[in-house]
């Protein structure tokens, strides 16, 4: 089944961003939202967006004008009902979604493929929401939706085969790189990034280095961002939102522990750049951070974060959460990794990652810094990821 006609619900940032690309790729689509005014305000921002882009000459006025007029606004459901696909971009909260997903049902076809952008919920139980769970699955885009190459793709328990495949094909014509993901909390991404925050915050809680040589060391190896410049850049409430909540739906595994840190600062409403404080101070007379010199100390703060970040990512091969090469994609052309993690280790060795893992554990005894049993069996038997 060929894809041509595509329905986005809610026009909020995520749904705006996301007809963008389906109308650059030359598919029709309609755009549907509750608030009238989410509508006019997606409807001026593509305007904008798209004269902008004409403007750094990236396309032409005829690109411009034929993407604005392959997105239609509209105002009632019941339109939707020729949609061959439906991406759904609403409020994170399961039972609006399942209500929605409920009541499109009634109005498409029985082929539509029903799609969600959710970021934590539980495809399968947004997909027991309908009778014909088989057709509908995960599409998660990273923001802002037209520049990010990443496109993590969630099929559930009850996603049919061809539903799978029919949404591969179509978000790889959307010059998108797919990701297959299990359907478990923080798919790929929001799952492994977490000891980026997580192992920086408490190096930080340890007092073992100040907030921007943690951040530099993490730049030494090719972040673009430090882990702070990075939470205060995504807002504090927001980062801690996803770690509480990832941490919750792991049943409240140690490795997902969120921090005080972050906490105290999102109560105080030092959430970043958006409020001109978090872990920084972002007014005018703000005196510029300096980093420590040490170059072993950056090194030692950046081999441990790199480690935890390399056991997360291998945890998640070892329980089938995607493929090592989805995995590497997922957090290069996601979150804009200077490498794969999987190729990391086997750049840094697996020995160096094992053993650097049991110190930690040696020192701490905490569940958190547990080898991955993927590890240890590649150390034991001489294997690396891709070589
Ligand atoms: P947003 O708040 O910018 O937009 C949501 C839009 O949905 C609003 O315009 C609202 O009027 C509309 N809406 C709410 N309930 C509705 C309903 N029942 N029917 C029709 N329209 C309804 O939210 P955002 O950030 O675009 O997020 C949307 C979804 O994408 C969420 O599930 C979120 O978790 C997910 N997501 C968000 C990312 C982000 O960085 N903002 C990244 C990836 C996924």
Known sequence: MEIHKVAVIGAGTMGSGIAQVAATAGCSVQLFDASPEAITRSQKNLLATLAKLVEKAKINPDESARIAANISYVSQMTELSNAQLIIEAIVENSEIKRALFAQLETIVAPDCILASNTSSLSIASIAASCKKSDRVIGIHFFNPAPLMQLVEVIPAVQTANEVLQVTIETISSWKKIVAVAKDTPGFIVNRVARPF?????????????SLATIDQAMKDIGFRMGPFELMDFIGNDVNYAVTESVFTAFYFDPRFKPSFTQKRLTEAGFLGRKSGRGYYDYSEQAIPPVAATDAQLRQQ??????????????????????????????????????KGLLA?????????????????YHEYHEDRYRCSPLLRRMMREQTTFFN
């Open 197 to 209: 925050y997580s192992e920086a915050l408490r190096l930080f809680e340890e007092g073992t280095a």
């Open 301 to 338: 703060i950046s081999d441990r974060i790199l480690v935890m970040l390399i056991n997360e990512a291998a945890d998640a091969l070892f329980l089938h959460i995607a493929s090592a090469k989805d995995i590497d994609h997922a957090m290069t052309k996601g979150v804009n990794y200077p």
């Open 344 to 360: 990391w280790a086997d750049e840094k060795g697996i020995d160096w990652c094992v053993n650097s893992l049991d110190a930690l």
